[in-house]
């Protein structure tokens, strides 16, 4: 049974590798000068060059943990994909016991094995406020400064240099079942390794509640099993009893029977059978009930994971308001301002193409600010008149647009091109104390999504940013005046 298990993780590891290994990226720069992503098999593998190796993506990480068999080929799942955007960080799944309040064990996955660790360490250790914070679940809780003080808790090796130490925890049927240990050294730039890595240990999460969820509906399935055995046993034991009675009463000794003793015995076997009859219902109704609440489990679990993602969205958000604030109290460069405000709508709303064009002072037109992912003939600086296409009809009317068919814009001056990977944009004008700042402009949604009006919501708040520090910096002005002097 072991060496079926261990064959089945093994083959849950090679398909996700499988996967990964599948298509390769290659970018084709045209005559025009855009780019564009298109996909090759891997047996075109070995004419790409070795640099434009794929990351492995949530597709693929979503399949290989389809597939696993069991907690340990899951956690090697996703240990493959922490290893994408962190090599040496670690991870480790701890297990919880809500009965005793324990951290029972540690596995941690170390090649093509997970290993087992018995840690059998109180949940009190830790400090009560990230103790609760990771009791909650859905989010990494930070450690900070007091990592290198709680990683040798979980028995993870300390680095040369100091490290963070993030948790999470993953709540089953209203308490605490696992830990989420991530371990990684400190950067002084970039993003951390838990934000990057969230969004695949949420899948995890759903692949774990489903490996608890067939281990509660096995033991149902095993108690449910033997009070049933027992009832059948109990009624074949008194039914044998009632039958040797009756073969005693129906033997040569049958004129001295007693008539009374032989309708005692008929009706104890009626009793019996009637016994057997409601235990046999009473175990189909438990089975019901397990059912139900194995289908209501599932749509619980399935609702908490989009609560979750949107969570992670509005932190994103927020995030990215900061540090354009921030930018805006920090830099008087018109230049950094417009790139730093196009990269917080552009990253927020995952756009691979985007462009931020100013009203231009004392003139009926638009000019293009900053811009990412369009063509390099359209230069900074370029008009566009009140009215014309798409941006220009948004400045006009100053009423946002949504378009998920691209056939349907097709005289946009900063679309004219071959090479969507998406057919949906939106167009939003920023408006500021009733007066028209500029048009921001998002397309090629990344992954292929497709823009609803749910992020038409989501665009409105950071328009009221950029339009608001737009508007206090003299934003239009002072861009069209670096742009004459460049």
């Known amino acids: 049974m ?10 849950a590891a090679h398909a996700y590798r499988r996967a990964y290994i599948e298509t390769i990226i290659v970018r084709v720069i045209d005559f025009g000068g855009a780019q564009r992503t298109t996909f090759r098999p891997a047996a075109a593998r070995r004419h790409a060059s070795p640099r434009w190796m794929p990351p492995r993506t949530l597709a693929t990480l979503a399949h290989a943990l389809s597939v696993a068999p069991d907690v340990d080929a899951a956690l090697l799942a996703l240990a493959d994909a922490l290893a994408e955007v962190d090599r040496f960080a670690q991870i480790a799944l701890v297990r919880y016991d809500a009965r005793r309040e324990m951290l029972v064990d540690r596995l941690t996955p170390s090649g093509d094995v997970v290993v087992r660790q018995r840690l059998e360490t109180t949940f009190d250790h830790l400090p009560t406020r990230e103790r609760i914070a990771v009791s909650a679940g859905s989010t990494f809780v930070d450690f900070a400064d007091h990592s290198d003080e709680f990683a040798p808790l979980f028995a993870l090796k300390r680095y040369n240099d100091v490290g963070w130490l993030a948790l999470r925890g993953l709540r089953f049927e209203g308490q605490l079942s696992g830990v989420i240990v991530l371990y990684e050294t400190r950067k002084f730039f970039g993003t951390r390794t838990s934000e990057r890595l969230a969004p695949a240990v949420a899948l995890f999460e759903l692949a774990y509640l489903r490996f608890l969820e067939r281990e509660a509906r096995e033991e149902a399935v095993r108690t449910l099993e033997d009070v049933t055995q027992r009832v059948h046993g109990e009624y074949d034991r008194k039914l044998a009893t009632l039958e040797q009675q009756l073969l005693k009463a129906s033997g040569p000794q049958l004129t001295h029977a007693d008539p009374e003793r032989l309708v005692a015995l008929e009706r104890e076997a009626a009793r019996a059978m009637e016994d057997a009859r409601q235990a046999g219902r009473r175990a189909a109704a438990v089975e019901a009930q397990v059912t139900a609440a194995v289908e209501q489990l599932e749509k619980a679990h399935i609702e908490l994971h989009r609560r979750s993602e949107s969570l992670r969205q509005k932190t994103r958000t927020l995030y990215l308001i900061d540090r354009v604030l921030s930018l805006d109290a920090t830099t008087d460069d018109p230049r950094e301002m417009v790139s730093g405000l196009l990269t917080l709508v552009g990253d927020d709303m995952g756009a691979q193409r985007c462009s931020l064009l100013l009203h231009a002072p004392e003139e009926h037109a638009l000019y293009l600010a900053a811009a990412r992912g369009i063509a390099p003939n359209v230069p900074p600086g370029y008009r566009i008149q009140f009215g014309e296409g798409v941006a220009g009809k948004v400045a006009a009317t100053r009423q946002p647009l949504l378009v998920q068919d691209v056939a349907e814009a097709k005289s946009h001056p900063l679309l004219r091109d071959e090479y969507f990977t998406t057919g949906s944009f939106i167009s939003f004008p920023l408006v500021y104390h009733g007066s028209l700042v500029g048009v921001v402009n998002l397309t090629n949604r990344t ?40």
């Open 2 to 11: 072991g060496g079926e298990c261990q064959a089945n993780r093994g083959a």
């Open 447 to 486: 992954m292929q999504g497709i823009f609803v009006e749910e992020d038409v919501e989501r665009v409105r708040l950071l328009a009221l940013v950029i339009g608001l520090v737009a508007t206090q910096s003299r934003l239009a002005e002072r861009m069209l005046e670096s742009l004459s002097v460049g």
